[in-house]
């Protein structure tokens, strides 16, 4: 019984000496980092919230001031549901008019400037069509004559009839040849040249797009160019079937053209709803709906362009500029102005987008101010903020 007593009591020795022995053999540095933790008189909570504004961006305000950053206060707005879909921009009915050949004949133009995109006035001629060397002779030159010779026979049935040679049949006869002769003369007649008949812009506006070259052959009819006003346009906008309960509610559309970026809002525009199909044509599924508005920027006719729909308006939802908004890794984020020069990137959930503007979902709430303008600068600066000390180029 004595022996085990002792036994354990050696056992305790052993283990206290072990435990001592630790401590003395502790790294001084975490050895004085633990003391220095104990005399220091602060927690783990305050060293959280030391590094609470760790993720802080530092943006001077003379940088703020090179790059124009501009800044804009989250505040809840109106904002409409949004069915984005694809368009084409097309010219208004009665700002536009086909040039067509008043004769046959081979095309000769009336300079190197009339070309597509070339600015025309009314009454300017923009093609001559002659034949005199073709075997039919020059339609011209032949309503001329058939003219002269119509006065003649009606200047002379004029006499015989007064003195009754001629029954009056025969002088209606005469009369309508030479109606009929002079009618075709004279539509010809201000445009006969030397070098043949000129044909000439009805509309003044630009050339949208010439039909022949130098050198065809035209006959009476044939579009020869096409002129554009280019004052109004309309947005032909192809939407889905599944929206189709939707289209009642739309009320006004934004598109962006793919040559400039450039968000258009018809509102801006004076633009309005003109019509929307009520049945797709069986060979698409797609319904048109049709705007018109003022060209008062550079639009050009004929161009794609992706629209955003409008409808069903509502009230309080927070939306910032499409601008504002940063991708990271599938992540999107946008920069919050902290203080005058103390910036912090914020990660954002987007909802729908107007082209103009989209809806936020979660990451911001009324009273925040991001950064609208000089965005992808403070981007720059997050990223230098966080390189390693003493690496330069």
């Known amino acids: 019984m004595k022996t085990y007593i002792i036994n354990i009591f050696i056992v305790a020795a052993m283990l206290s000496t072990g ?23 602060h927690d783990h909570e305050d060293l959280e919230e030391e590094g609470e504004h760790g993720d802080e961006i530092h943006f001077t305000e003379q940088q703020a001031e090179a790059v124009g950053l501009e800044v804009e206060e989250v505040t809840p707005g ?8 694809s368009g084409q921009i097309l010219s208004a009915q009665g700002d536009e008019a086909t040039i067509v050949a008043t004769s046959n004949g081979i095309v000769s133009f009336a300079g190197p400037s009339v070309s597509d995109g070339a600015a025309v006035r009314a009454g300017e001629a923009i093609v001559t069509v002659s034949a005199k060397n073709l075997l039919e002779g020059d339609p011209a030159a032949k309503a001329k004559i ?9 200047r002379r049935d004029e006499e015989l009839v007064r003195e009754q040679i001629i029954s009056d049949r025969e002088f209606e006869q005469t009369r309508l040849r030479y109606e009929t002769a002079r009618t075709a003369y004279e539509a010809q007649a201000s445009n006969i040249t ?16 010439r039909l022949v070259g130098q050198g065809d052959y035209v006959s009476v009819g044939q579009a020869i160019a096409t002129v554009s006003q280019n004052r109004r346009l309309q947005l032909r906008a192809e939407v889905s079937e599944n929206y189709f309960k939707a289209l009642r509610s739309i009320g006004g559309a934004n598109f962006q053209t793919s040559y400039d970026n ?8 004076n633009g309005r709803l003109l ?18 508005f003022d060209n008062v920027g550079d639009i050009v006719p004929g161009s794609f362009v992706s629209v955003y729909l409008l409808s069903n308006a509502q009230d309080g939802v927070i939306s910032v ?16 102005q902290l203080d005058e020069e103390g910036y912090k990137k914020q990660e954002v959930t987007l909802g729908q987008s107007n082209g103009d503007r989209v809806q936020i979902l979660q990451g911001l709430k009324q009273g925040d101010r991001i950064v609208t303008k000089g965005v992808y600068q403070v981007k720059l600066a997050a990223v230098s903020s966080v390189m390693p000390e003493g690496h330069s180029h």
């Open 262 to 269: 450039t968000v258009y809002k018809l509102s801006d525009l």
């Open 194 to 209: 030397a070098s043949g008949v000129r044909v000439t812009s009805p509309i003044s506006g630009y050339i949208k797009n």
């Open 275 to 292: 019509s929307f199909g009520k049945a797709s044509d069986g060979q698409s599924f797609y319904i048109p709906v049709t705007f018109e």
């Open 321 to 336: 500029p499409v601008a504002a908004v940063t991708e990271e890794q599938g992540l999107t984020f946008v920069y919050l």
């Open 78 to 85: 109106t904002f409409s549901h949004v069915i984005k879909t």
């Open 146 to 154: 058939a003219y002269e010779t119509a006065l003649k026979e009606y």
């Open 19 to 41: 435990c001592h022995s630790g401590n003395k053999n502790q790294h001084p540095a975490a050895k004085g980092a633990h003391e220095h933790a104990e005399c220091d008189g």
